[in-house]
């Protein structure tokens, strides 16, 4: 892990799904003034559909939505001054790791039994259908693959345990980032 000043860079959050990407990414925008970018919301807003929907889609699927998911990292990375809540998938391409390390990287490190719970949740209390929770025991494989993906690229580890409140979380963030 390497630190890094943000300066103008752009700010990724990465981590698994149900980890809190997205809500840190609305938090930290509010307390940094910087523009938010969720790639998620902004994939599912330019094809019209959820993500899950991409997913079983035959025409599309997996392979399409990670496509989508480069192009839109190409087009992010351009740009500066943003905070990104990426997919949890993103690291899965040597080309999105190499375009994530051009800003500065926070992985929140998130226990696997909290992110299932947090995904249960937004499904039963929101519709939200998290294709990666489908089937728990490949999750948990991917979630232990995925690991090494995402400290190769952070800068800054935040460990966040059991229901750590969200503004300690971003607390850390900032602290890691070194924003006064």
Wanted: hydrophobic share 40%; charged share 30%; glycine share 8%.
């Amino acid at each position: 892990m390497r630190k890094r000043k943000l300066g103008r860079r752009n700010l990724y959050l990465v981590a698994m799904a149900g980890s809190g990407k997205s809500k840190q990414a609305r938090l930290l925008g509010a307390r940094m003034g910087r523009e938010v970018v969720d790639m998620d919301a902004a994939i599912e807003a330019s094809e019209g559909c959820r993500i899950h929907e991409i997913f079983d889609d035959p025409n599309r699927g997996q392979e399409y939505f990670r496509a989508l998911e480069t192009k839109l990292l190409s087009e992010l990375s351009l740009r500066s001054n943003l905070i990104v809540s990426t997919g949890g998938g993103i690291v899965g391409r040597e080309e999105n790791r190499n375009m994530l390390r051009t800003g500065v990287v926070v992985y929140l490190r998130v226990p696997f039994a909290v992110m299932r719970r947090r995904a249960e949740k937004q499904k039963r209390e929101k519709g939200i259908d998290r294709p990666l929770f489908r089937n728990i025991a490949a999750a948990k494989r991917l979630f232990k693959a995925r690991i090494p993906l995402y400290e190769s690229v952070a800068n800054v580890q935040v460990r966040v345990w059991k229901e750590t409140d969200a503004d300690v979380v971003t607390g850390k963030i900032l602290k890691g980032i070194g924003w006064e």
